[in-house]
């Protein structure tokens, strides 16, 4: 299994249908291709792993994994997901330090987010460090047709290194 074979079966685990949040393999290459965006895995036993790192993770599956863009300075977190059965662990938290400290490597000042309103992963983000910073009404369609809000959240990245 490659990278992306290992974000694709997360997304397919993590993601509620429902919700139509998980990417399709093209989006995610294209994403790579790209050169702006970054991900890193967690492995089952909570380390995490950056792309192109010596410890094999082919065989393993992979808990959760997180893609982000960086534009100019400031880095946006597009995807972010664990698996169910290891939910609640700690590894979300896990992630998003690791995702931190590799954008202020990038040099970004900021990071970004867009959540459905509502959404469990907002506790999570605030406890973190983000701020809700703004709402777009109707952003997001579920698969029945309905319409949610999204929420912007912000975290300043300057200063807690
Ligand atoms: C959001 C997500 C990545 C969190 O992963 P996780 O590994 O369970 O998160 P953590 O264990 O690091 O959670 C840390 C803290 O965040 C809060 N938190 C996380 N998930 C929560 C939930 N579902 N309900 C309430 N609080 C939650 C809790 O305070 C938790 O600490 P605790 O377990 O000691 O109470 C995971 O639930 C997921 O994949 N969800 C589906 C995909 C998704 O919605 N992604 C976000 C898109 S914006």
């Not at 290992?6 to 685990?13: G, I, K, P, R, Y």
Request: a negative charge; proline letters at 4%.
């Amino acid at each position: 299994m490659d990278d992306i074979d290992h974000l694709m079966s997360v997304m397919e685990d993590a993601f509620d249908p429902a919700f139509g949040e998980a990417w399709t393999r093209r989006q995610i290459e294209d994403a790579l291709v790209i050169g702006n965006c970054h991900y890193l895995l967690i492995a089952p036993d909570g380390r995490v792993i950056l792309p192109g790192a010596a410890e094999p993770h082919d065989c393993l599956e992979i808990a959760g994994f997180a893609l982000s863009r960086q534009g100019y300075d400031e880095e946006e977190l597009l995807l972010f997901a664990v698996r169910p059965k290891y939910r609640r662990l700690g590894y979300g938290r896990r992630m998003l330090d690791a995702v931190f400290s590799q954008a202020r490597k990038h040099g970004s000042k900021r990071m970004l987010l867009e959540m459905r309103e509502g959404n469990p992963a907002g506790l999570l983000y605030v406890s973190c460090g983000f701020e809700a910073i703004g709402e777009r009404r109707d952003y997001y369609r579920t698969r029945d047709g309905n319409r949610l809000n999204g929420i912007t959240f912000a975290r300043e990245l300057e200063g807690d290194s």
